[in-house]
């Protein structure tokens, strides 16, 4: 079944503005990573945050998760149009190579 | 970061053929591969696990003997669609992961239409 729950499943919003995406999932895990998916296209790996951290940045994303609340965010910051793309979240848990993936969240930038 | 190719990136086959799908890691070995299926404006579901040299895990509910998964050396796997149905098309990704990587690096996916 699927591990994870992504919210919102759709997202519009003004280039430059900020977007924020939710992921929750329900066992504990060891690692929670996030991907961009082009339409039509593979997964691009975009950050990966263990299970005991809290907060990671990387260029214009910042990656929180709590452990406690089964959840991660993915905030990306000034957003552009090059930017629209399904995110997905995927887990994996200790002991186990498999990654589970979320919903998705369909992101579009309006120009 | 390191590359997976798939091959072909779409193919277009008649029903009751088998069309098999390709996947390489360029530039290091993957000790794991999986195998995805995605159907449109949906997330990736796992149909299976191979590890190197041995024989593929499949998820609950994925037919082996539907979709056989070869992964002979530490560079390549391979999918095969046999008996190819229309229910079967769907966008088919695979990644691959060294042993001890977090990150699993993915294919640019295939597009298989049965007619």
């Known amino acids: 079944s699927q591990q994870g729950e992504e919210d919102p499943q759709a997202l519009s919003i003004q280039e430059g503005e900020n977007a924020t995406m939710n992921c929750s999932y329900k066992t504990s895990i060891n690692n929670l990573q996030w991907y961009r998916q082009n339409s039509g296209r593979g997964l691009v790996h975009l950050i990966l945050i263990r299970s005991n951290e809290r907060e990671k940045h990387s260029g214009r994303l910042r990656v929180t998760l709590d452990t406690s609340k089964k959840s991660s965010s993915l905030l990306i910051t000034a957003s552009r149009a090059a930017d629209t793309a399904s995110y997905f979240c995927a887990t994996d848990a200790f002991g186990n190579e498999k990654l589970t993936f979320g919903t998705g969240t369909r992101l579009t930038i309006i120009p | 970061g390191a590359v997976v190719s798939q091959h072909p990136s779409w193919v277009i086959c008649k029903s009751g053929t088998s069309v098999k799908i390709e996947c390489r890691s360029l530039?290091?070995?993957?000790?794991?591969m999986f195998w995805y299926r995605q159907f449109p404006k949906q997330s990736l579901m796992l149909m299976a696990t191979s590890n190197e040299g041995s024989k593929a895990t499949y998820e609950q509910g994925v037919e082996k003997d539907k979709f056989l998964i070869n992964h002979a050396s530490l560079t390549l796997s391979t999918l095969t669609v046999t008996s190819a149905h229309p229910e079967d098309s769907s966008f088919y990704i695979c990644?691959?992961?060294?042993?001890?990587?977090?990150?699993?690096?993915f294919g640019q996916g295939t597009r298989l239409t049965v007619v």
């Open positions: 990644s691959a992961r060294e042993r001890g990587w977090t990150e699993a690096f």
């Open positions: 530039d290091f070995q993957a000790t794991t």
